[in-house]
């Protein structure tokens, strides 16, 4: 028998709500949706309204929790083809060539909620880097915790190789090789100025504030002094008090990572902000 409209309806709804990971509390918004697809139906053809349907359904998911982007973000891996990301992502707003390496290209993209640069060498994904734009979107950090769910001393316990700066642009970042099981990638994490600072509990509300003067100090020690343990002691300071708005994984130098970072000026450029 050919199954009723309210049936295709109940079963693409339980098809989203099993791809997108809606939780029970979207049950509540159940009789506003059957309400929508209603007036869809005197509409039209049932094909026509399950397209409608479908774009609606994913639009309140969008607004309302995350599951998408999250979702967009796991399909992304190193080693994928350039033009199979791009088939996830599509085409890129900006694209640069690295200094350091001109085989290299950075491609940028502004998704909304986040902003991801993919890195590609011969047509191949060799790195990525997410920042947040939004303070509750907080993605999983490839092979580790969620995104600012600990700061990056508690994360990584052993200091990385890290870079930072305090001009064009005020970052701070630092590796972490994944070793062999994880095909010696390396995982980076961090904070960069124009991300959002994550709505964690244990983050200092002044934290743009005060983290400045603390990279600033880290800055003085690096150049002017050679005891390193003052140098070791700032360094700890400052790791304790980021919780990351930023995270790359590459199987690249960290350098390339840090250089793929665009300056505050190319950046309202690139945002028209």
């Not at 029970?24 to 697809?37: E, G």
């Not at 505050?264 to 690139?270: A, C, D, L």
Request: aromatic content about 12%.
């Amino acid at each position: 028998m050919e199954p009723s409209t309210q049936e295709k309806l109940e079963n693409e709804i339980e098809e989203l709500e099993h791809e997108i990971g809606v939780t029970s509390a979207w049950k509540k918004v159940q009789n506003t949706i059957w309400m929508i697809a209603a007036l869809m139906i005197s509409a039209g053809q049932w094909s026509d309204t399950k397209e409608i349907f479908t774009s609606s359904y994913e639009a309140i998911i969008e607004n309302f929790t995350h599951s998408l982007q999250y979702e967009m973000l796991e399909k992304i891996h190193i080693g994928n083809s350039i033009d199979y990301v791009k088939s996830i992502v599509g085409e890129p707003n900006v694209i640069k060539r690295s200094k350091i390496d001109p085989n290299v290209l950075f491609q940028y993209y502004d998704e909304g909620k986040f902003n991801l640069t993919l890195i590609s060498a011969d047509s191949r994904l060799v790195g990525y880097s997410v920042f947040t734009q939004k303070e509750d979107f907080l993605p999983k950090v490839p092979f580790s915790e969620d995104l600012a769910s600990l700061n990056i001393t508690d994360a990584h316990k052993t200091q990385g190789v890290y870079s930072y700066d305090i001009g064009n642009l005020i970052y701070y970042i630092e590796s972490q090789d994944l070793g062999k099981q994880q095909m010696f990638l390396t995982l980076i994490r961090g904070y960069v100025e124009y991300g959002a600072i994550p709505s964690v509990k244990d983050i200092n509300p002044e934290f743009k504030k005060s983290l400045l003067p603390l990279i600033e100090k880290l800055d003085q020690k690096v150049i002017f002094s050679d005891n390193e343990e003052e140098i070791s002691t700032v360094l700890s300071d400052v790791r304790k008090a980021i919780y990351p708005n930023y995270y790359a994984i590459t199987e690249l130098e960290p350098a390339i990572i840090a250089e793929a970072l665009l300056t505050r000026y190319e950046y309202k450029t690139f945002t028209k902000s």
